[in-house]
């Protein structure tokens, strides 16, 4: 049985310890010592890292009483070395998990929302509560959050042997299904409750907390937040975003939202603006396009690049129809080619001569009745094709 030193000190980083066993596995060694210093992976949160001697501890497992480290080298049985655990990454996971506790302290004082759920990922940190809450509230759990870790109350951890040992204890958790020793992990004049894992020796240390989001989760509320360090480094990088964004501007860091919905706003204006001048653009490019029909034995055919948007080929073929006639017209966006073929008071189907269409340009495409279109990678020697094409469809027409 591995004695657990992090249990009664948090901030006991090193000890010396003798090495129990050290058997080879295929990611490195597993290595049994008689006490630590390093936590496991347990509680919602992962295990501490650091060197064992010479060797670099990787992961730290429960097996039964005894804790597992895994190294990437090996120890000879009977050695006494120092283990030392990684000091920031303990203090960052400490400041997340008491943060943690706070924040389930004041859902439950606030609003009678019980913690059902937490995890501590090395960048970011969950919570989940059995109850949703309006963002309203959420801000509110958070001030009062804040307010007490700015009280600097000492934060505790007691280890009770009995189970009637409890009986007094405002727990904010439940202990059903735990058996004694039971460990209550306490802040002063606030939250009580049962946790396994190191803690921060009073509120202060936590830092600034900050729930950066709370999403409805399984008919309560799932929420991210980042506590000290954390909290710190991701305000630094927001505002160097703001400020970009406020530079962009030329306006205040706190003014950007309403820089921002201004320009939203002249955008909607100028995509209004800009559809009217294509219906006008559109309505001169079709008689232009109308009037470069070429006239087929009383009836019209029109073959024509043009720079239009590929989505407005097809309102612009039709609207260059005459009563009888034949229009092909294509646009070219990138280096891919897209056209529409289509007729009006004509005998003629689509779906029969889009396949010759498609074979000159190499293309895809098909339709009936009235209409056809399709794509293709623009072809080399596209002016020659299309002369062809207008022939085979001069010949059409006329027939
Ligand atoms: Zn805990």
Known sequence: ??????????????????????Q?????????????????????QPC?????????????????????LRTDGPLPVGMKVLGRIDEARRLDI?????GEHL??????????????????????????????????????????ANDYARRNLPVTAVIYDSEDDLKDVPLRKHTEGLTAPIRVVTIQNADSCTCCAPH????????????????????????TFLCGGRALSCFQRLQIT??????????????????????????????KEKAALTTRLEEYLTQELKAQAEDVKGRKLLVRMTDTDPKR???????????????????????????VLCCNGLKLDMGELIPAVNLALSGKGGGRGTLAQGSAPTPAGLPETMEQLKTYLRQRLAN
């Open 103 to 144: 924040l389930s302290w004041c859902a439950y004082r606030l609003f009678d929302a019980v913690n059902v759920g937490f995890h501590c990922a090395l960048s970011y940190a969950t919570l989940d509560l059995d109850k949703p809450l309006t963002g309203e509230q959420v801000a509110q759990m958070e001030t009062m």
């Open 242 to 271: 703001v400020d970009a964004i406020a530079r962009k501007f030329s306006t205040a860091g706190e003014e950007v939202l309403a820089a921002v919905e201004r320009q939203e706003t002249e955008l909607k204006e100028l995509k």
């Open 24 to 44: 080879k596995v295929q990611e490195g060694f597993d290595v049994t010592v008689d006490e630590t210093v390093f936590f496991p992976n347990k509680g919602g």
């Open 200 to 223: 921060v020796h009073s509120t202060g240390e936590i830092g600034a907390i900050k729930i950066v989001s709370a999403v409805a989760y399984k008919g309560g509320t799932r929420m």
């Open 48 to 68: 501490d890292t650091g060197a064992l001697g010479d060797v670099r501890v990787l992961d730290v497992r429960e097996d039964g009483e005894e804790l597992v």
């Open 94 to 98: 400490m400041e997340q998990h008491t």
């Open 1 to 22: 049985m591995t004695h657990r030193l992090y249990l009664v000190d948090s901030h006991l980083f090193e000890n010396e310890c003798t090495i129990l066993s050290c």
């Open 313 to 339: 080929l097809r309102p612009l073929a039709l609207a260059t129809l005459p009563e009888k006639g034949l229009t092909l017209l294509l646009t070219e966006k990138g280096s891919q080619l897209t056209y």
